[in-house]
């Protein structure tokens, strides 16, 4: 009775997949629609890729949430001018 081998995955691309993500995220500070494509790409590739990857993807996700989180709370703030401190905190990384 043989055992089938399973396949190697190319390394390559996953990091091409994790380094995609971190550009769409780049871009999605001029227009959120790509950021929201990087997070649905992060999300479909969490489970399938090693620890290493694992861990950029989840940073990748939790990312773009508590970010989603920041502008939920800030933009509704700016209307009595609490909120621009706010986003400019989130603009600059904390």
């Not at 390559?12 to 500070?29: H, R």
């Not at 993807?57 to 970010?67: A, H, L, P």
Request: a negative charge.
């Amino acid at each position: 009775m043989t055992v089938p081998c399973e396949t190697e995955r190319p390394v390559v691309s996953d990091n091409g997949f994790a380094f995609i993500v971190y550009l769409l995220y780049g871009i999605g500070y001029f227009n959120g629609i790509s950021a929201l494509i990087g997070v649905i790409i992060a999300h479909l590739k969490v489970d399938d890729a090693d620890p290493v990857l694992q861990s950029h993807y989840r940073f990748q996700i939790r990312t773009f949430w508590i970010g989603l989180l920041y502008l939920v709370v800030a933009i509704p703030l700016c209307m009595v001018l609490i909120g621009l401190p706010l986003l400019a905190g989130g603009w600059s990384g904390r």
